[in-house]
Protein backbone atom coordinates (compact mmCIF):
# COMPACT_ATOMS: atom_id res chain seq x y z
CA UNK A 1 0.00 0.00 0.00
CA UNK A 2 1.60 3.36 -1.17
CA UNK A 3 1.80 5.72 1.34
CA UNK A 4 1.77 9.93 0.81
CA UNK A 5 5.11 11.00 -1.79
CA UNK A 6 6.62 14.17 -2.57
CA UNK A 7 8.91 15.26 -4.80
CA UNK A 8 11.13 16.74 -5.09
CA UNK A 9 12.66 16.11 -1.55
CA UNK A 10 14.46 19.45 -1.59
CA UNK A 11 15.20 22.47 -3.22
CA UNK A 12 17.01 25.81 -3.84
CA UNK A 13 15.89 28.62 -5.93
CA UNK A 14 16.15 32.62 -5.62
CA UNK A 15 13.82 35.01 -4.82
CA UNK A 16 11.74 35.83 -7.87
CA UNK A 17 11.22 32.77 -8.95
CA UNK A 18 8.71 30.04 -9.30
CA UNK A 19 8.69 26.21 -8.04
CA UNK A 20 6.51 23.47 -8.15
CA UNK A 21 5.77 20.46 -5.87
CA UNK A 22 4.34 17.39 -6.24
CA UNK A 23 2.69 15.04 -4.49
CA UNK A 24 0.65 12.08 -5.01
CA UNK A 25 -1.74 10.67 -2.41
CA UNK A 26 -2.04 7.21 -0.52
CA UNK A 27 -3.36 4.61 -2.36
CA UNK A 28 -7.46 4.87 -2.06
CA UNK A 29 -7.17 8.67 -1.34
CA UNK A 30 -9.24 11.06 -3.58
CA UNK A 31 -8.23 14.58 -1.76
CA UNK A 32 -4.99 16.43 -1.30
CA UNK A 33 -4.12 19.55 1.34
CA UNK A 34 -1.37 21.12 1.39
CA UNK A 35 0.63 22.94 4.51
CA UNK A 36 3.42 25.03 4.56
CA UNK A 37 6.01 24.26 8.18
CA UNK A 38 8.29 26.83 9.05
CA UNK A 39 11.30 25.99 11.43
CA UNK A 40 9.85 25.42 15.35
CA UNK A 41 6.57 25.63 14.04
CA UNK A 42 3.62 23.74 13.43
CA UNK A 43 1.93 23.35 9.66
CA UNK A 44 -0.23 26.34 8.55
CA UNK A 45 -2.87 25.57 6.14
CA UNK A 46 -2.43 26.45 2.42
CA UNK A 47 -5.37 24.85 0.48
CA UNK A 48 -7.36 21.47 -0.17
CA UNK A 49 -8.26 20.31 -3.50
CA UNK A 50 -10.82 17.39 -4.07
CA UNK A 51 -12.50 16.64 -7.20
CA UNK A 52 -10.11 19.13 -9.07
CA UNK A 53 -11.25 21.68 -7.24
CA UNK A 54 -9.79 23.76 -4.84
CA UNK A 55 -11.88 23.77 -1.95
CA UNK A 56 -10.91 26.12 1.05
CA UNK A 57 -7.77 28.54 1.08
CA UNK A 58 -5.97 29.43 3.95
CA UNK A 59 -4.53 32.69 4.69
CA UNK A 60 -1.83 32.84 1.79
CA UNK A 61 -1.43 34.28 -1.14
CA UNK A 62 -2.64 34.13 -4.54
CA UNK A 63 1.65 33.49 -5.24
CA UNK A 64 0.70 30.62 -3.80
CA UNK A 65 -1.82 28.25 -6.48
CA UNK A 66 -2.35 24.60 -7.02
CA UNK A 67 -3.88 22.02 -9.73
CA UNK A 68 -5.08 18.30 -8.94
CA UNK A 69 -5.11 16.01 -11.47
CA UNK A 70 -7.66 12.83 -12.53
CA UNK A 71 -5.56 10.29 -10.66
CA UNK A 72 -5.82 12.38 -7.75
CA UNK A 73 -2.28 13.83 -7.19
CA UNK A 74 -1.30 17.36 -7.00
CA UNK A 75 0.89 20.27 -7.53
CA UNK A 76 1.78 23.36 -5.57
CA UNK A 77 3.23 26.48 -7.31
CA UNK A 78 4.59 29.42 -6.22
CA UNK A 79 5.36 32.51 -8.03
CA UNK A 80 7.64 35.13 -6.72
CA UNK A 81 9.40 33.61 -4.25
CA UNK A 82 10.60 35.55 -1.17
CA UNK A 83 12.94 34.77 1.81
CA UNK A 84 9.71 33.94 3.90
CA UNK A 85 8.78 31.19 1.57
CA UNK A 86 11.63 29.14 2.92
CA UNK A 87 9.90 26.33 4.52
CA UNK A 88 9.02 22.18 5.00
CA UNK A 89 6.13 22.25 2.62
CA UNK A 90 3.58 19.12 3.34
CA UNK A 91 1.05 17.24 1.32
CA UNK A 92 -1.37 15.05 3.41
CA UNK A 93 -3.82 12.94 1.53
CA UNK A 94 -7.40 11.93 3.14
CA UNK A 95 -10.11 10.45 1.69
CA UNK A 96 -13.89 11.97 0.45
CA UNK A 97 -12.84 15.49 0.90
CA UNK A 98 -14.27 16.20 4.36
CA UNK A 99 -12.95 15.97 8.08
CA UNK A 100 -10.89 12.63 8.91
CA UNK A 101 -7.72 11.33 9.16
CA UNK A 102 -4.96 12.82 6.87
CA UNK A 103 -1.78 11.33 6.22
CA UNK A 104 1.04 13.24 5.25
CA UNK A 105 3.80 13.04 3.07
CA UNK A 106 7.80 13.21 3.55
CA UNK A 107 7.54 17.10 2.69
CA UNK A 108 9.74 19.01 -0.06
CA UNK A 109 12.05 21.40 2.15
CA UNK A 110 12.16 24.61 -0.18
CA UNK A 111 15.49 27.31 0.48
CA UNK A 112 14.96 30.69 -1.28
CA UNK A 113 18.14 32.88 -1.34
CA UNK B 1 -9.68 34.15 14.40
CA UNK B 2 -9.32 30.84 14.34
CA UNK B 3 -6.29 29.90 17.33
CA UNK B 4 -5.52 26.55 18.51
CA UNK B 5 -2.93 27.07 21.68
CA UNK B 6 -0.71 24.39 22.87
CA UNK B 7 1.47 24.06 26.21
CA UNK B 8 3.90 23.20 27.35
CA UNK B 9 6.09 24.30 24.59
CA UNK B 10 9.05 21.51 26.33
CA UNK B 11 8.53 18.50 28.26
CA UNK B 12 10.97 16.78 29.92
CA UNK B 13 10.39 13.79 31.62
CA UNK B 14 11.91 10.42 33.16
CA UNK B 15 11.45 7.17 31.50
CA UNK B 16 8.26 5.96 32.85
CA UNK B 17 6.55 8.63 34.01
CA UNK B 18 3.95 10.22 32.12
CA UNK B 19 3.38 13.02 30.15
CA UNK B 20 0.61 15.61 29.15
CA UNK B 21 0.25 18.04 26.65
CA UNK B 22 -2.65 20.54 26.79
CA UNK B 23 -4.22 22.46 23.43
CA UNK B 24 -7.12 25.18 23.91
CA UNK B 25 -9.06 25.89 20.77
CA UNK B 26 -11.15 29.05 19.64
CA UNK B 27 -13.41 27.76 17.49
CA UNK B 28 -16.55 26.30 18.90
CA UNK B 29 -17.54 24.82 15.74
CA UNK B 30 -14.56 22.48 15.57
CA UNK B 31 -15.55 18.62 16.30
CA UNK B 32 -12.45 16.89 15.15
CA UNK B 33 -8.88 16.76 16.87
CA UNK B 34 -5.89 15.15 15.74
CA UNK B 35 -2.93 14.38 17.11
CA UNK B 36 0.02 13.91 15.42
CA UNK B 37 4.12 12.96 16.17
CA UNK B 38 6.59 13.99 14.14
CA UNK B 39 10.18 13.01 14.73
CA UNK B 40 13.14 14.97 13.61
CA UNK B 41 13.10 14.77 10.20
CA UNK B 42 10.60 13.06 9.26
CA UNK B 43 6.63 13.61 8.48
CA UNK B 44 4.10 14.36 11.05
CA UNK B 45 2.13 11.28 12.05
CA UNK B 46 -1.20 10.55 13.39
CA UNK B 47 -1.52 8.66 16.06
CA UNK B 48 -4.78 9.20 17.77
CA UNK B 49 -7.38 11.47 17.56
CA UNK B 50 -11.12 12.04 18.90
CA UNK B 51 -14.59 13.41 17.53
CA UNK B 52 -16.53 16.23 19.91
CA UNK B 53 -19.07 13.57 20.37
CA UNK B 54 -16.82 11.48 22.51
CA UNK B 55 -15.01 12.39 25.97
CA UNK B 56 -12.09 10.10 25.95
CA UNK B 57 -10.32 7.76 23.59
CA UNK B 58 -7.32 4.98 24.49
CA UNK B 59 -5.55 3.33 22.40
CA UNK B 60 -2.72 1.52 24.77
CA UNK B 61 -0.39 3.96 26.14
CA UNK B 62 -2.11 7.32 24.40
CA UNK B 63 -5.35 8.82 25.44
CA UNK B 64 -6.91 12.14 24.45
CA UNK B 65 -9.26 13.63 26.71
CA UNK B 66 -11.91 16.75 25.04
CA UNK B 67 -13.53 19.18 27.04
CA UNK B 68 -16.07 20.58 25.01
CA UNK B 69 -17.54 23.52 27.27
CA UNK B 70 -14.00 25.02 28.03
CA UNK B 71 -13.02 24.13 24.67
CA UNK B 72 -9.65 22.35 25.70
CA UNK B 73 -8.41 18.61 24.91
CA UNK B 74 -5.16 17.23 26.41
CA UNK B 75 -2.68 14.10 25.00
CA UNK B 76 -1.49 11.67 27.82
CA UNK B 77 1.73 9.21 27.44
CA UNK B 78 1.71 6.57 30.32
CA UNK B 79 4.68 4.76 30.80
CA UNK B 80 6.92 7.27 28.45
CA UNK B 81 9.94 5.16 26.81
CA UNK B 82 12.60 7.15 24.93
CA UNK B 83 11.17 6.40 21.52
CA UNK B 84 8.33 8.91 22.45
CA UNK B 85 11.00 11.60 22.19
CA UNK B 86 9.44 13.59 19.48
CA UNK B 87 7.81 17.31 18.47
CA UNK B 88 3.60 16.71 19.10
CA UNK B 89 1.05 18.78 17.72
CA UNK B 90 -2.43 19.26 18.09
CA UNK B 91 -4.52 19.98 15.75
CA UNK B 92 -8.55 21.02 15.49
CA UNK B 93 -10.94 21.08 12.57
CA UNK B 94 -14.72 22.08 12.37
CA UNK B 95 -17.64 21.37 10.10
CA UNK B 96 -18.21 23.75 7.60
CA UNK B 97 -14.35 23.84 6.81
CA UNK B 98 -11.84 21.85 5.31
CA UNK B 99 -8.70 23.18 7.18
CA UNK B 100 -7.23 21.80 10.44
CA UNK B 101 -5.49 24.54 12.53
CA UNK B 102 -2.35 23.23 14.14
CA UNK B 103 -0.85 24.15 17.23
CA UNK B 104 2.66 25.21 18.12
CA UNK B 105 3.79 22.18 18.80
CA UNK B 106 5.62 20.43 22.33
CA UNK B 107 9.25 18.80 21.88
CA UNK B 108 8.59 16.17 24.63
CA UNK B 109 12.11 14.19 25.91
CA UNK B 110 11.95 11.10 27.90
CA UNK B 111 15.43 10.71 29.56
CA UNK B 112 16.52 7.38 30.10
Known amino acids: DAGVTQSPTHLIKTRGQQVTLRCSPK?????VSWYQQALGQGPQFIFQ???????QRGNFPDRFSGHQFPNYSSELNVNALLLGDSALYLC????????????FGPGTRLTVT | GENVEQHPSTLSVQEGDSAVIKCTYSDSASNYFPWYKQELGKRPQLIIDIRSNVGEKKDQRIAVTLNKTAKHFSLHITETQPEDSAVYFC???????????FGTGTRLKVLA
Open chain 1, 49 to 55: YYEEEER
Open chain 1, 27 to 31: SGHDT
Open chain 2, 91 to 101: AAGGSGTYKYI
Open chain 1, 92 to 103: ASSLGGGLGEQY
